[in-house]
């Protein structure tokens, strides 16, 4: 996959020019159209290209898991703290259960803690 470097063409702009006295609004004209600029391609000599091209580079990333936020999946991570439930300790001693799965659930909870369906 090629990416485009901006940040070492940003530090190489920055570098060679002078900002003084220049608005944000200003540099960045003038870094667009120095990326835009045309300069000797580094491949083929006789070729001329933008100088844009030069900062793009082949970069090899591995493949990212997709997240489907319309489905949960519980990790268990609740379960293995030890601390699932409601912070009040006053127990009715009337638990909930899930209408999906079954799962018996603290009396305070509004999702159930295997499913994640809502329970209130």
Same mark, same amino acid.
């Given at each position: 996959?090629?990416?485009?470097?901006?940040?070492?063409?940003?530090?190489?702009?920055?570098?060679?020019?002078?900002?003084?006295?220049?608005?944000?609004?200003?540099?960045?004209?003038? /870094?667009? /159209?120095?990326?835009?600029?045309?300069?000797?391609?580094?491949?083929?000599?006789?070729?001329?290209?933008?100088?844009?091209?030069?900062?793009?580079?082949?970069?090899? /990333?591995?493949?990212?898991?997709?997240?489907?936020?319309?489905?949960?999946?519980?990790?268990?991570?609740?379960?293995?703290?030890?601390?699932?439930?409601?912070?009040?300790?006053?127990?009715?001693?009337?638990?909930?259960?899930?209408?999906?799965?079954?799962?018996?659930?603290?009396?305070?909870?509004? /999702?159930?803690?295997?499913?994640?369906?809502?329970?209130?």
């Amino acid at each position: 996959m090629k990416v485009f470097n901006g940040k070492q063409a940003a530090n190489d702009y920055m570098s060679t020019h002078t900002l003084a006295f220049s608005t944000p609004e200003l540099t960045l004209m003038r /870094f667009s /159209f120095w990326l835009g600029d045309m300069v000797r391609d580094p491949t083929a000599k006789e070729q001329s290209i933008p100088r844009l091209y030069t900062y793009v580079e082949e970069k090899d /990333f591995a493949p990212v898991e997709i997240i489907d936020d319309d489905v949960y999946v519980p990790s268990g991570a609740v379960l293995r703290s030890g601390m699932y439930g409601s912070a009040n300790s006053a127990s009715s001693g009337e638990e909930q259960f899930c209408s999906d799965c079954g799962v018996k659930n603290s009396p305070y909870a509004k /999702f159930c803690r295997e499913c994640g369906v809502n329970i209130t």
